[in-house]
């Protein structure tokens, strides 16, 4: 039972780590949009920006699915 708890507690707390950073991100991808809607910089900031977004997604997906192979372990 206490493997199962401890398991269960690690996965809540990455789901909440998980969806911390997603507000974050959101959160940036606003204020980039508002200070892009300001200054009018090239689309290619844009591009940029939502590379480096896909990119930090791509690597929490890693780290969960790695804490996920290390729990079945």
Do not use: G, P
Request: aromatic letters at 10%.
């Amino acid at each position: 039972t206490n493997v199962k708890n401890t398991t269960t507690t690690t996965t809540t707390i990455t789901i909440i780590l998980f969806i911390i950073i997603i507000l974050i991100i959101f959160i940036v991808i606003f204020i980039v949009t508002v200070v892009v809607d300001i200054i009018v910089v090239d689309v290619v900031v844009i591009k940029i920006s939502i590379a480096v977004v896909i990119m930090i997604v791509f690597i929490i997906v890693l780290i969960f699915f790695i804490n996920k192979d290390k729990n079945n372990y």
